[in-house]
């Protein structure tokens, strides 16, 4: 099973979504998947411009000349996509929003019935059948901050030609993970397991579980903890940078 990762963070390695999202793979190459990680900081991929220059002058090509080329072959290779973003104002980080719209000349722009809503096809297998998935976190704490980022994951889903929604792995309060690994080393270390487990079964049963979902969102404080604690070392951030 060929897993491609798309990391759509600007903090890249450094990023708590690298940390969930290379567990997760660990746990997929665990049991027999090969995984590719792309971060999307370091491709060189410009805006698209809307110019449909790759649906009516020379189908399927786009005008511009970068790396999203050669992502668009790894993605017809892949038999999985994991998108890796952090909350961004609600929703997808900007570099994540830049590769989506550009895997427009991947479709056809016709228009055709799916399920009842207007989708276009797909051009050839670029567009098809392919498992997706949500690897994400955010600052805050309440689980709802993902309402937004999984509905659109699940639309951009449902607008791959057989794309089927695998789920959302989502951290919130992604601070915690390194603020508590020393206070709580056993519940933060099952949380990565929980990641790691999701790769495995991803693999061995081509979905993952909701107990797996809720073990990876389990919160380590709660939430009215975490804003007094990130309150008052937000605050000592600030005095200290003063002197
Ligand atoms: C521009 C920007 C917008 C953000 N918007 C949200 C938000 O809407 N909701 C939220 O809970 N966290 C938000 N955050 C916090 C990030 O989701 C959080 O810092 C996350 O851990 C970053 O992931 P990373 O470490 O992989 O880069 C935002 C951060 C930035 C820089």
């Given at each position: 099973m060929k897993i491609l990762a798309f990391n759509g963070s600007p903090r890249m390695e450094k990023g708590i979504t690298d940390s969930i999202l290379q567990t997760f793979l660990e746990g997929a190459r665990s049991a027999g998947a090969e995984p590719e990680t792309i971060y999307i900081s370091k491709q060189k991929i410009k805006y698209?411009?809307?110019?449909f220059n790759c649906w009516?002058?020379?189908?399927?090509?786009?005008i511009h000349k970068d790396d999203m080329a050669m992502i668009r072959e790894k993605i017809k290779a892949a038999d999985v996509l994991v998108f890796g973003s952090p909350v961004y104002f609600d929703g997808f980080t900007a570099q994540m929003k830049t590769l989506l719209d550009r895997?427009?000349?991947?479709?056809?722009p016709f228009i055709e019935n799916r399920d009842g809503h207007s989708r276009h096809p797909s051009r050839g297998k670029e567009l098809k059948t392919r498992k997706m998935l949500l690897v994400s976190t955010c600052g805050?704490?309440?689980?709802?901050?993902f309402d937004p980022i999984i509905h659109h994951m699940k639309a951009i889903a449902a607008n791959f030609a057989s794309g089927k929604y695998m789920g959302a792995l989502v951290r919130p309060m992604g601070g915690t993970l390194e603020m508590l690994k020393e206070e709580k080393p056993a519940e933060v270390k099952a949380i990565f397991d929980a990641f790691r487990q999701a790769g495995v079964e991803a693999v061995a049963k081509g979905e993952i579980s909701e107990g797996l979902q809720a073990a990876v969102a389990k919160?380590?404080?709660?939430v009215g903890e975490f804003v007094n604690r990130a309150n008052a070392l937000f605050s000592q951030l600030i005095d200290e940078n003063k002197k």
């Open positions: 698209c411009t809307g110019c009516f002058v020379h189908p399927g090509k786009c895997l427009i000349p991947g479709g056809m805050f704490g309440e689980i709802g901050n919160p380590l404080i709660s």
